[in-house]
């Protein structure tokens, strides 16, 4: 199957247009807000924190998220975050506005925007494998990451040019108009099959997360690392748009662009990773774009020209492609098909979790200077690259730990057996 048949598969062209918008508002919120605290209130650890609450709500409730994913279904959850997203950006804009916004009256707004967003993410993610059949995963997910990367590039690039021109509170309303142009495109898509479970919702959630930390050492391991990876680019977030504004004396539109540069080069080497299988060698590849990643970051303690911090950028961004590629397809090979919803949102928001912790401590570490924050970020990355081999079993792939197949199959409801799963999305 051709990158051009997955389109011809019912319902895929709208699931990827819709994500494609949500995920550009969200990057562009996330640069946004950092923007908008330096402006108004000229706090690198105030930038971070609320960096914090924007993700670290939502990661924590994952669990539960995942199991109203499999009981409630994707669609309706997925366009319920895309509202709250509009609906707090709005009212963020609309305070600051009326000069009513403080930093205690930004971050309570902040949290409550998170605390639905694994629904979105980990509901988006675990409709691939149930819309696409099993052949073409490393072509679709090529495809997501390559979504990720192109909203990478667009959404800090807008984010950035919109806060230069018009100031941080026009970038909000316009981040808030994306999310809802999404939530009009997917609440249209159909619903597949739920699950109905007899289980109160958090026993699904405690079942998810049991899942991943202890049944399936492969989502385990790979939250580990990623976890560990992402405490690098959380404080990455913060370091590199203070590094613009006062080392090398740029505004924010330089921010957006340097962040374009990372996004746009993941697109040619995820589109290349997609049409070579990485089955049996996802470790392999995680390791070696991870630490050319960290080696990257760690150039940027010394960059004093926004040239060489712009080639850092597209290096690290060129190695993220295929890194996703292979850490989503071995997640799709080792996770039961009844355990879509709930592994994917645990294991996702395991993954996420490092980010806002990332960004909270930047703040304190950018204070001892830009180039320690930058070698602290360089090393976070090169300890998870090499970790990969240790936390990460390896199995043959597509294949499911046996305690964990056998708990699934005594879990799984009828309507939600990988035949039927897989005939459904065939």
């Not at 669990?63 to 609906?87: E, F, K, N, Q, S």
């Not at 707004?109 to 052949?135: D, E, M, Y």
Request: aromatic letters at 8%; a positive charge.
């Amino acid at each position: 199957m051709t990158y051009r048949e997955l389109f011809r598969i019912p319902s895929f062209p709208r699931l990827a247009t819709g994500v494609l918008l949500a995920r550009t508002a969200s990057q562009m919120m996330l640069l946004t807000l950092v923007l908008f605290v330096l402006q108004r209130f000229h706090s690198p650890s105030l930038a971070g924190i609320t960096v914090f609450l924007s993700i670290a709500p939502g990661v924590a409730l994952s669990p539960i998220a995942g199991a109203l994913l499999d009981r409630h279904g994707r669609v309706r959850l997925i366009t319920l975050d895309y509202l709250v997203g509009t609906v707090t950006l709005a009212l963020i804009a609309g305070l600051d506005f009326g000069g009513q916004l403080t930093p205690w009256v930004l971050l309570p707004i902040v949290a409550v925007s998170s605390l639905t967003c694994a629904q979105s993410n980990s509901g988006a993610r675990s409709l691939i494998p149930l819309i696409v059949p099993k052949p073409p995963w490393d072509r679709a997910n090529a495809l997501d990451s390559i979504a990720y990367a192109l909203t990478m590039g667009v959404g800090p690039a807008s984010a950035g040019a919109l806060t230069a021109w018009a100031g941080p509170r026009l970038a909000l309303i316009v981040t808030a108009a994306v999310f809802l142009l999404a939530a009009a495109l997917i609440i249209r898509l159909p619903e597949p099959i739920a699950a109905n479970r007899s289980r109160a919702v958090l026993a699904e959630a405690w079942a998810g997360l049991t899942y991943v930390l202890i049944r399936n050492p492969a989502l385990r391991g790979i939250a580990l690392v990623v976890s560990i990876m992402n405490l690098g680019y959380g404080v990455l977030l913060v370091a590199l748009p203070v590094m613009v504004l006062q080392r090398l004396h740029g505004g924010p539109a330089l921010v957006g662009t340097l962040w374009a540069v990372f996004g746009l080069a993941s697109i040619p080497s995820a589109l290349v990773a997609g049409r070579i299988s990485s089955e049996g060698r996802e470790r392999l590849v995680m390791v070696f774009c991870d630490v050319v990643a960290g080696l990257g970051v760690a150039v940027l303690a010394f960059a004093g020209n926004v040239w060489l911090v712009a080639a850092v950028m597209l290096i690290a961004g060129l190695s993220n492609g295929p890194f996703d590629v292979s850490m989503f397809s071995m997640r799709q090979r080792r996770t039961d098909p009844a355990w879509y919803g709930r592994a994917f949102a645990v294991s996702m928001g395991l993954n996420w979790a490092g980010q806002p912790i990332g960004s909270a401590i930047s703040g304190p570490v950018i204070h001892l200077g830009l180039t320690v924050t930058f070698l602290v970020a360089a090393a976070f990355m090169l300890v998870a690259a090499g970790l990969v081999r240790w936390v990460i079993p390896v199995e043959p792939a597509g294949t499911i730990p046996t305690e964990s197949a056998r708990q699934s199959r005594r879990d799984r409801p009828v309507e939600e057996s990988p035949s039927s799963a897989e005939q459904g999305a065939g």
